[in-house]
């Protein structure tokens, strides 16, 4: 007998009644037609931070890439396993995105875990530990402020890791050439699980502004 956890029936049977029946068009035509987003969301696993709740997006809206502390790494095509890579090379070159947004979040496990490099591995493994070893001279640099406070260097280091990611997303030829040619946009934010609150880099800057809503 097929089975899944009760509260995942529950959800999908109120899925079905609900958002499905209310756009079933919609997602007869996505069927149909193909997905075409405009937007990539590169976010992270948390589970407080789901990008299709936050922006409120509808199915087909939003191409979502999500690891632990939504990296980028650096273009590498050394033939090794880059799930991250595949996501983006997917949606520059076959979707053509239009933007990608490169969200972080307060309170981030992950880079928590890039700042406490004293804390064990969770598994022999250490994958958390390899991959946030990606922004590690940041995460040290950060740690050897002893001017801010914990909860400082946390949020500074969940921005400082967007800058980062950015900054990666244009070593990937693909982005590069688009960027320049005007036809593809790389856009940071940062959303506070607490507030709600959405933080959005601006470009000429690096810092990060709460937009002006209408
Ligand atoms: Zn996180």
């Not at 799930?83 to 949606?91: D, G, R, V």
Request: hydrophobic share 40%.
């Amino acid at each position: 007998m097929p089975h899944l956890p009760d509260h995942l029936l529950a959800g999908y049977r109120n899925f079905m009644n609900g958002r499905y029946l209310t756009e079933s068009g919609r997602y007869r035509e996505l069927a149909r037609e193909g997905q075409a987003p405009e937007t990539m969301i590169v976010a992270c696993c948390d589970s407080r931070s789901a990008p299709e709740a936050i922006f409120d997006a509808g199915p087909g809206e939003l191409f979502v890439l999500r690891n632990v502390g939504n990296l980028v790494p650096p273009y590498e095509p050394d033939g090794e396993f880059h799930s991250t890579s595949a996501a983006l090379e997917f949606a520059v070159q076959s979707l053509k995105v239009k933007n990608i947004v490169v969200m972080g979040h307060g309170r981030c496990g992950g880079i928590r875990a890039a700042l406490d490099t004293n804390a064990a591995p969770l598994s022999p493994g250490d994958f958390i530990g390899k991959w946030m070893s990606l922004i590690a001279p940041a995460a040290e640099t950060v740690s050897a402020s002893t001017f801010m406070t914990a909860t400082e260097r946390q949020t500074a280091l969940e921005r400082i890791s967007i800058r980062y990611s950015l900054a990666n997303l244009r070593t990937f030829p693909c982005v590069s050439i688009l960027e320049t040619k005007g036809r593809l946009s790389l856009h940071g934010a940062w959303f506070d699980i607490s507030t709600g609150e959405l933080w959005v880099m601006n470009k000429e800057t690096g810092d990060f502004e709460r937009p002006v809503l209408e």
